[in-house]
Nanobody
Framework: VQLQASGGGLVQAGGSLRLSCVVSRRIYSSTAIGWFRQAPGKEREFVAAISWSGGSTDYADSVKGRFTISRDNAKNTVYLQMNSLKREDTAVYYC???????????????????WGQGTLVTVSS
């Protein structure tokens, strides 16, 4: 398994969760990591991404100012800190990886080669 996502759960609106994506050490160092999500009945969409160096990040407009993506190289793990959660954040969250040293991380699903299994986030009102 190249990526393992975890940290999902049930949280009230306004609350916080932190998702983790453990990346295989074999591929971690040269990979950009993205988070995507798929809500019931909807297509999967981009949430956030971080470049291989950690020097560049990108966010969907819907989560800017509320979510923060970061990486811990010592643990080969990428985090998605989610604050001020809303009901519309309810979805299965997937982390994905691509081996690239682009300065900016990609935002399109088709650009990612490895996918984790997904972790469910449910936000209640």
């Amino acid at each position: 398994v190249q990526l393992q996502a975890s940290g999902g759960g049930l949280v009230q609106a306004g609350g916080s969760l932190r998702l983790s994506c453990v990346v295989s050490r074999r591929i971690y160092s040269s990979t950009a990591i993205g988070w995507f999500r798929q809500a019931p009945g909807k297509e999967r969409e981009f949430v956030a991404a971080i470049s291989w160096s950690g020097g560049s990040t990108d966010y969907a407009d819907s989560v800017k100012g509320r979510f923060t993506i970061s990486r811990d190289n010592a643990k080969n793990t990428v985090y998605l800190q989610m604050n001020s959660l809303k009901r519309e954040d309810t979805a299965v969250y997937y982390c994905a990886a691509v081996r690239t040293r682009w300065s900016r991380p990609p935002k399109l699903e088709k650009d990612y080669d490895y996918w984790g299994q997904g972790t469910l986030v449910t936000v209640s009102s």
